[in-house]
C-alpha cells in the first residue's frame, strides 16, 4: 500500500533550493479529508511557521467539501502538523540561526492518513530560477536530439 498524492506546491522547487525533506502529520476534520481526496486542495500561497513548540500549515486552501452542511470546514484556516518535539527543535534551530524557511512541498495519503511533506529551503535569487531554466531547456533539447537520432 503505497502513497497517493492529493497535493503538490508546484512553486515550491521553482521558488526555493529544498535542502531537506520531513513528513508530517496534520490535524484535519473529515470534510476537509473527503475534499482532498476529491482534489480540493491548494498549497501555492501557504507556508510552515514553528510558534513556540508547535508547527502550523498557514495559508493553505482546503475548498469547502461540496456535499457538506452546516458543519463544513472553513477554507483557509491554521492546521496543527504534528511531528516528534525534538523534529520541531530541529526544525526550529535551523531556520532561526541559518535564514531557511520551511515550504509545504505535498499532501499525500500514507496508509489511510493524510501527510504533508516539508521542506526545509533556501530562497532562489532571480538569476538562479533563470539557470534552472536553462538547465532544463539544453536536457529536454539533449534528450529529443537523442531520442530522434535512434531510428
Given amino acids: 500500500m503505497g502513497q497517493s498524492e492529493l497535493v503538490r506546491n508546484r512553486r515550491a522547487y521553482h521558488d526555493y533550493e529544498i535542502l531537506e525533506t520531513f513528513e508530517a502529520g496534520i490535524t484535519l ?3 476537509e479529508v473527503k475534499s ?8 501555492a500561497e ?11 500549515l498557514i495559508g493553505a486552501s482546503i475548498a469547502p467539501y461540496r456535499f457538506g452542511n452546516i ?10 502538523l504534528l511531528m516528534h518535539k ?7 534551530a535551523s531556520v532561526q540561526q541559518k535564514g531557511l524557511t520551511l515550504v509545504p512541498i505535498a499532501l499525500y495519503l500514507k496508509k489511510g492518513k493524510v501527510k504533508i511533506s516539508i521542506g526545509l529551503a533556501r530562497g532562489k535569487k ?6 534552472a531554466i536553462t538547465e532544463r ?5 539533449m534528450d529529443r536530439a537523442i531520442k530522434n537520432s535512434k531510428f
Fill in 29 to 31: 476534520v473529515g470534510t
Fill in 137 to 141: 531547456e539544453r536536457k529536454r533539447e
Fill in 126 to 131: 532571480q538569476h538562479d530560477k533563470r539557470q
Fill in 71 to 80: 458543519h463544513n470546514h472553513e477554507e483557509r484556516r491554521e492546521r496543527k
Fill in 36 to 43: 482532498l481526496r476529491d482534489n480540493g486542495g491548494n498549497l
Fill in 86 to 92: 525534538y523534529e520541531i527543535a530541529k526544525l526550529k
Fill in 46 to 56: 501557504a507556508y510552515v511557521k514553528i510558534i513556540l513548540s508547535e508547527i502550523w
